[in-house]
């Protein structure tokens, strides 16, 4: 009886919020909404030692709050969002707790693909981002079957950055560009009845065009999928990128709560709209100057 009457009691609240909710959505919607946050996800392991908790608990903690996020960009209207989830340095820890992520980040996927998901209940399509080479066989396989699975799904998209920093995802896509390069250039020595690229530079070819551009090199990006952040938000009061979306985040608003990634919530993402609200018309002005 009292089971029943609490779970009652909890509808009643979730209800209440989500319609509290409603009504400030609506009111921030009036004015311009962002199309992409991005999150970093900071301070998991001092909400741990804040909170007394058992190894493992905190990230559990900290997929609970990515969840909320989630749900609260969806109902704002924010179309993409992209988290930090592993960096290709976080290798660099311990072993065991590398293995132990790694084991955590594979249960946490594998939630997310469940049918039941709010991934699925919302349309959420998932990518990993990232040299998922790194990842461990199992992490691996997951990620992919969640890209599969969520590959229909079209009302908003999460984008997992994990064996990922900034610097290698900007190495890997001058390399892509490279390659493509060569292989236009090979194409042409190929089809030139001469053979050899003096040759075509003295049938009239300007040698600018087999140079790498700036759009060559952003069509490789990892993140090519999704429009440039309007929002990068990092929790636990830090202002560094931490090698996070370098070449996408020179037009957008930085936001650093002081609050730990699990401890993060409605009020945080409230204030950094009206901030961005705030400031639309110069970050619209320097990315049209871009």
Not at 105 to 118: P, T
Not at 127 to 143: C, H, I, T, W
Not at 183 to 192: L, P, W
Request: aromatic letters at 8%.
């Amino acid at each position: 009886m009292e089971g029943a009457i609490s779970k009652q009691v909890g509808r009643l609240f979730e209800n209440i919020n989500s319609f509290v909710r409603q009504c400030i959505f609506s009111v921030l919607s009036v004015g311009p909404v962002p199309s992409h946050i991005a999150f970093i996800m900071d301070g998991n392991r001092r909400y741990s030692k804040k909170e007394n908790l058992l190894d493992g608990d905190e990230h559990r903690a900290g997929f609970s709050a990515l969840i909320n996020m989630l749900r609260y960009c969806y109902e704002l209207g924010v179309k993409y969002i992209t988290v930090y989830a592993f960096s290709i340095d976080n290798f660099k820890r311990r072993p065991g707790e590398v293995e132990s992520l790694m084991k955590l980040m594979q249960e946490k996927i594998d939630e997310l693909i469940k049918e039941e998901s709010i991934v699925n209940r919302l349309g959420i399509r998932i990518y990993f981002q990232g040299n998922l080479k790194l990842l461990s066989d199992p992490v691996r396989s997951a990620a992919e079957r969640a890209m599969v699975k969520t590959a229909s799904n079209s009302k908003a998209v999460l984008s997992v950055c994990v064996a990922y920093t900034s610097t290698h995802e900007i190495v890997h896509a001058v390399q892509e560009s490279c390659e493509e390069k060569w292989d236009e250039i090979r194409k042409q020595d190929a089809n030139n009845s001469v053979g050899n690229l003096i040759r075509l530079e003295e049938n009239g070819k300007d040698k600018d065009e087999h140079l790498i551009g700036v759009t060559d090199v952003d069509r490789h990006m990892y993140m090519a999928v999704v429009p440039d952040p309007d929002i990068i938000i990092r929790t636990s009061g830090e202002s560094r990128l931490s090698n996070f979306l370098l070449w996408q985040s020179a037009h957008c608003l930085l936001y650093s709560p002081t609050a730990l990634w699990p401890e993060i919530g409605l009020r945080h993402l409230i204030w950094v709209v009206l901030d961005f609200q705030r400031n639309y018309l110069y970050l619209k002005e320097k990315r049209k100057l871009a």
